[in-house]
């Protein structure tokens, strides 16, 4: 058995404390996870926790989950009282660890030859970009880059909101967005901008279209993305309103668009020919 | 001009402050909704505002707005520090109208020969089911019905995700969820519950089945519904995951169902057969 941590107030706690404010998780690198799912996520992937806390109603709720974690980073049991002042929730689940920044270099995304990436443009709410980033896991999406002035993936309401995403594919941080769109397209991917304006709609793209290996640009509300942005992309395509509303939210905008590309993935690979706009298909 | 209301107390503020609580917004059978796009659609859709708050700011801003308001309900100008008492928000909008229930009968949702409704069972949270209902409103949804212990369509947080569309297009609330279910299939409707756990995926689905009159049933977070839930479905789909989320969050699982369904209407209506089980298309 690990050995249990004394309940006092740990070394670590005012260092784990200041990680709810942006400018101290830049300057340390470090960030923090709450909750079974995103610990269990952390610890699953390359190695990113750095300390876990720990109540003892977590400890004993989730023992083996602490007893991994034990094996390679310390464990500090904290009172109910001193996790509420860490965790940034109403109903703290107990568990709450220190992680050491994912985020990948572009190339690095680039390298995998990516079939579907997510281009996040000045997305500004932390909890719209984790549902972004957890729908774009599920649509088996290769990375997802916060561009510029995009909220920052490591804030606690885009982890929460992630549901644990965060830990399942690169992200990509602090990129100006016209150099990573610039390189997205040299490495021979479509670019699309989804925009509530535009006159192409999503149901217009066909699995050709739809199949290309692609980069979804979204901005804070995925509709009217600003026109020197919109410039970057190859084409803006909206989400078809089929009713009386004005717009789609992002996430709900995110969900359609990159579910379109998804499927149309997993119907075929199209392969782009070099020297002509014609393409061929590969049953996948 | 219309009359200028005075900027003291005026008599209806405590009534309206009340309608924060479910148990006045029942018994009285009125909300309230903020901001000027929800102003906006309350009043162009069937007389819905009995009154309209505002601030001098609010009024100068939305001078058209107000007058056409001030044309059939009575409008009370008051301070920013009554309008931030009454406002649910951080950030009041200035634009506060006390509403009329707006909700229907089943029966006026199934006399309408709908092709697309949504059912939310179980339902909990006001954020997701107003964007639900907004994304529902995008889709061309005919009614969104709120069964059983679903969220009160009315509370604050579910009228101001939905962004206008409450007054877009039918709502039902406290249908018992089998009856909803019972009297949207006698009115042939193919009924499908989005789970996670299906073995069926929503992909599998060609456009004869997402084609058909369908009533699309969402639970709490769009995964996992109870079993007694699901049996009442005609098939439990699942969206399917490309990647590595345990699952999709509810407004974005909703947003990739109802959307699979409204570009199979947009492309064709499949006349079901009744007396066999195929089906013909008409192009639309």
Redesign the interface.
């Known amino acids: 058995l690990p050995p249990r941590a004394n309940t006092g107030r740990p070394p670590g706690l005012t260092r784990a404390r200041q990680l709810a404010k942006r400018s101290h998780r830049e300057r340390t690198r470090l960030f923090l996870a709450e909750g079974p ?1 995103a610990v269990r996520e952390a610890l699953a992937g390359r190695p990113a926790i750095t300390e876990l806390f720990v109540t003892a109603t977590a400890r004993a709720r989730h023992a083996q989950l602490v007893d991994a974690a034990a094996a390679s980073v310390a464990v500090h049991e904290i009172s109910g009282e001193l996790m509420a002042e860490l965790a940034q929730t109403v109903t703290p689940q107990g568990l709450l660890a220190v992680c050491r920044f994912i985020d990948v270099p572009l190339a690095d995304v680039v390298g995998t030859s990516p079939r579907l990436v997510v281009v996040l443009a000045n997305v500004r709410d932390p909890g719209n970009a984790g ?1 972004v980033l ?8 290769d990375g997802v880059i916060f561009a510029d002035a995009s909220v920052d993936p490591y804030n606690s309401k885009c982890v929460r ?1 992630s ?3 965060l830990f ?2 690169p992200i990509v941080t602090g990129a100006p967005l016209a150099d990573a769109i610039a390189t997205l397209r040299d490495a021979g991917l479509a670019v699309l901008a989804a925009d509530g304006s535009a006159s192409l709609s999503l ?1 217009q793209l066909g699995d050709a279209r739809l199949g290309l290996p692609t980069a979804w640009m979204f901005g804070n509300e995925a509709w009217g993305l600003p026109s020197d942005l919109l410039e970057l992309a190859d084409e803006p395509v909206a ?11 992002l ?6 668009c990159l ?1 379109a590309s ?2 149309a ?2 119907r075929g690979v199209p392969q782009r020919s070099s020297d002509t706009l014609g393409f061929g298909y590969v049953a996948s």
Do not use: F, K, M
């Open positions: 799912q549902t957890r729908t774009a896991d599920a649509a088996g999406a909101s549901a644990g995403s399942h594919l149901d989400v078809p309103i089929y009713g009386r509303a004005e717009s789609l939210n996430a709900a905008a995110a969900a359609v579910y998804a499927r993935h997993a």
